[in-house]
């Protein structure tokens, strides 16, 4: 049992995570980038 949560406390690689085909959804379309940014910088 223990031998199955180990992978889920480790630390994500981050190349793993940027080339990831939700972040590009999520910052390369225009409409969705834009609400993202504007969330993320607290303009909603």
Known sequence: M???LIPLI???N???FTT???YRTLWEDE???KGM???HLGKR
């Open 2 to 4: 223990i031998t199955n």
């Open 10 to 12: 480790n630390k994500p």
């Open 14 to 16: 981050l190349n793993d």
């Open 20 to 22: 990831n085909s939700l």
């Open 31 to 33: 409409h969705i980038s």
């Open 37 to 39: 940014l504007e969330s």
